[in-house]
């Protein structure tokens, strides 16, 4: 791959507009479960209350240059901060690098920050806020707009895994009286369905059910994590592969046929 200086000038840039949209990806992840405002009132240290310095609100760069502790009372800032950040601006250049520089890897990139949030918060709080999925449906509604002609596909991917799992649940509580999903990740797999279409939705409930499968296997052997699966970041993990490659995927496996 041969870059321009132009091209490698537009993908740091990417790059510094992913870690900063992270850091205000961090706030959702503190705020949203609280019910605090996260739009008018400032970044404060969660111990002493201190406010935070502008200077000391540069993503990533802050972190190391304050070694991980607030500047007032040195109490440890979680390394979550850092990683978020980080983590959204790379995957930012990754995305804009497979699928180009367009509209859609704007629209990607977005989705792929909500899917992020909600896998942190899910992680932690076993919920899957409402309003996250509100956000992936807005994103879907507008990317359904840009491709008029897949309609279908994506308006079938609407119902596509949500449906099936909806049905899930309902026999699971006639036979069980358990439930077989929560309520967020089917309504994660409606909206984020209408934005990937029903083939790349169902790709990424089967991804995320084998890395959910696998990976949570190993975290009950190896620490004591709870037997309570948050399915959110492995749903959110197969989305994202998915809406990159699904239809690589898919063509190389009928391929195989
Ligand atoms: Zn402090």
Redesign the pocket.
Known sequence: MNLTAAEAIVYILIFIYGIVLGSFLNVLIYRIPNKENFTTERSH??????KIKWYDLIPVLSYIILRGR??????KISVQYPIVEGLNGLLYVFIFLVNGLNIDSILISLVTSVFIVISVIDWRTYEIPFGLNIAIFVLAVIRVALKPDEWVSHLTGFVAVSGFMVLCLIIGRLIKGVDAFGGGDIKLMAAAGLFAGWKCVILAFLIGCVLGAIIHTIRMKVTDADRVLAFGPYLCAGLFISILFGNNIIDWYFGML
């Open positions: 240290c969660m111990k002493c209350g201190g607030c500047r007032y009372c040195k109490e």
